[in-house]
């Protein structure tokens, strides 16, 4: 069973939104500051947000002012509500710790498109 499990990608049109979610192993998620990562067919998986065990976050400035990560010490989970998307923001979203140490998990598509 993965440590890492993302879900809540799918299908949207611009300007619409979505809310990703991922569970992490309690020895993951504990300790660590955690992070939200995208890959775009052809391109290398960059950064997209992190938060500290504290609440401090961090965003790239393509996303910032639509995405807001947060997350849930209580359930081991983070995550990643995304609004008013364009089309650049179709990728794979991966989660893991910030900076990343562990495996990537299968990841959730994210489509935005008309």
């Known amino acids: 069973q993965g440590q890492l499990v993302e879900s809540g990608g799918g299908l949207v049109q611009p300007g619409g939104s979505l809310r990703l979610s991922c569970a992490a192993s309690?020895?993951?998620?504990?300790?660590?500051?955690m992070g939200w990562y995208r890959q775009a067919p052809g391109t290398q998986r960059e950064f997209v947000a992190s938060i500290t065990n504290g609440g401090t976050t961090n965003y790239v400035d393509s996303v910032k002012g639509r995405f807001t990560i947060s997350r849930d010490n209580a359930q081991n989970t983070v995550y990643l509500q995304m609004s008013s998307l364009k089309p650049e923001d179709t990728a794979v979203y991966y989660c893991?710790?910030?900076?990343?140490?562990?495996?990537w998990g299968q990841g959730t598509q994210v489509t935005v498109s008309s």
């Open positions: 309690r020895s993951i998620f504990s300790t660590n500051a």
């Open positions: 893991n710790t910030f900076p990343r140490r562990y495996n």
